[in-house]
Nanobody, 127 residues
């Protein structure tokens, strides 16, 4: 069965950095567009970043542009989210998601487009 397992979350002070990882199994990883989403307490889940199958295209939410970088290593079935200059508003559970696609460059920022989801990783930024 398909599994997405996030890791790398934790507690960090404002201005600090974290790198999340998401390792997939049970699927042909290079055939999937990948996304990161987050959900803060009392708020709806929101888009953070997405990366194409090939890794050549990325898209970010305005709130994280220039601070977060998404990448992937198809040889390791893993995507990463490098998060810099963190602030308390970034506190949330972060989820990775996978969407099968035949298009190598397509991106999906709508969570309804994704089929598979990880269990989430808590990121807490203290002020």
């Amino acid at each position: 069965q398909v599994q997405l397992v996030e890791s790398g979350g934790g507690l960090v002070q404002a201005g600090g950095s974290l790198r999340l990882s998401c390792t997939a199994s049970g699927l042909t990883f290079s055939s999937y567009c990948m996304g990161w989403f987050r959900q803060a307490p009392g708020k709806e889940r929101e888009f953070v970043a997405t990366i194409s199958r090939s890794g050549g295209n990325t898209k970010y939410a305005d709130s994280v542009t220039d601070r977060f970088t998404m990448s992937r290593d198809n040889t390791k079935n893993t995507v990463y989210l490098q998060m810099n200059s963190l602030n308390p508003e970034d506190t949330a559970v972060y989820y990775c998601a996978a969407r099968l696609t035949i298009y190598s460059s397509i991106l999906y920022s709508d969570d309804s487009a994704y089929r598979y989801w990880g269990q989430g990783s808590q990121v807490t930024v203290s002020s």
